[in-house]
């Protein structure tokens, strides 16, 4: 069966997912979780990708990046993904792939952006590793709220709308993760990923695919709330 297609656009923002193979263990220490990292800065750098968000989890990783042409997030994984290989294999004394397949991705509609941030940043507390957020050492949560920051993430010009100032924009965005995501939220974002098909809205995904848009939709049982616009994010 031929692979289905990624839908990409450069310059607009993608959830990605890996998995270690039969989700087992990708990260036994910091140290690991800190070498993922600096090459994921590194790959992101040389093959022009800007990640906004993470989350390192025990057997998988969320990201959110957005590739400024068309192979720049293929690139940017696939490099990333043989050096951690290597590198995970000589330090544990193991051999043979550590990853689940493919990576999954999930192009994301603008709108939705800040939505799908919280999602990543929320994933240790929604898989009950962690009771807030700001317990969470390995995601990008400290960075959005001014804490232990990497400076080489990249903010989304839909993060600096949500105020004037650096603290403006970390309280507001303290505030909208508290508040948390409503269930049908979670699982449209999960099912899109998984399905590696895009989160978009119907009225954007007529836009994207102009002679096809069924192929961007996902459809759910019921009719969720609407989303309320990033702007509105208060």
Not at 42 to 63: C, D, R, S, T, Y
Not at 76 to 90: I, K, P, V
Not at 147 to 176: I, S, Y
């Amino acid at each position: 069966m031929a692979r289905q297609a990624r839908t990409i656009i450069p310059g607009q923002a993608m959830h990605v997912m890996v998995r270690g193979n039969n989700r087992e263990t990708l990260f036994f220490s910091d140290a690991d979780r800190r070498v993922y990292l600096d090459w994921l800065r590194e790959a992101a750098k040389q093959f022009g990708a800007a990640v906004h968000a993470f989350a390192l989890m025990p057997n998988h990783v969320h990201l959110l990046i957005t590739p400024q042409n068309a192979d720049a997030l293929a690139k940017t994984m696939q490099s990333l993904g043989r050096r951690y290989a290597q590198y995970f294999n000589q330090q544990h004394h193991r051999s043979g792939t550590i990853w689940e397949g493919r990576y999954r991705s999930s192009l994301i509609d603008p709108d939705y952006f800040l939505r799908c941030q919280r999602y990543i940043e929320l994933n240790p507390v929604r898989a009950g590793f962690e009771s807030s957020p700001q317990d969470s050492a390995w995601t990008s949560f400290a960075s959005h709220i001014g804490g232990n920051a990497e400076p080489w993430l990249v903010d989304h010009q839909h993060f600096w709308k949500l105020g004037n100032t650096p603290f403006e924009r970390q309280m507001t965005w303290a505030g909208f993760v508290k508040e948390g995501a409503p269930h049908w939220e979670d699982r449209q974002i999960t099912e899109a990923l998984v399905r590696s098909k895009p989160w978009v809205s119907d009225i954007y995904a007529k836009k994207l695919f102009k002679e096809n848009p069924e192929q961007a939709i996902i459809r759910y049982r019921g009719r969720p709330k609407k989303l309320i616009s990033i702007n509105s994010v208060t």
